[in-house]
Nanobody, 123 residues
Framework: QVQLVESGGGLVQAGGSLSLSCAAS????????MGWFRQAPGKERELVAGISWSGSSLYYADSVKGRFTISRDNAKNMVYLQMNSLEPEDTAVYYC????????????????WGQGTQVTVSS
């Protein structure tokens, strides 16, 4: 079992930045692809960014390319999402997820989820 706990969400003005963190416990993250998903009210959950277990393969949704950066520190069992130039459309609950597959992409089904952290971007 892997437990994932997100932190770093909050309220920010458009154009601002936030940094999300995901702390894992229970097992080392070295064998897991990791990702950040988000779900806005009335919308389906979507993959925002993914990173392979080695960190060599990355995925970004078109809507966040150039603004968001995913990274991981396997030694610390941590995954991060740096979000810059935030827009009101980025408002959502952000979830950290782990998958036993090599990469985290659009067809990957995560095995574990965090509880989510709210990100609100005001205009």
């Amino acid at each position: 079992q892997v437990q994932l706990v997100e932190s770093g969400g909050g309220l920010v003005q458009a154009g601002g930045s936030l940094s999300l963190s995901c702390a894992a416990s229970g097992r080392t993250l070295r064998s897991y692809a990791m990702g950040w998903f988000r779900q806005a009210p009335g919308k389906e959950r979507e993959l925002v960014a993914g990173i392979s277990w080695s960190g060599s393969s990355l995925y970004y949704a078109d809507s966040v390319k150039g603004r968001f950066t995913i990274s991981r520190d396997n030694a610390k069992n941590m995954v991060y999402l740096q979000m810059n130039s935030l827009e009101p459309e980025d408002t959502a609950v952000y979830y950290c997820a782990a998958s036993l597959q090599v990469v985290m992409g659009l067809t990957t089904t995560p095995n574990y989820w965090g509880q989510g952290t709210q990100v609100t971007v005001s205009s």
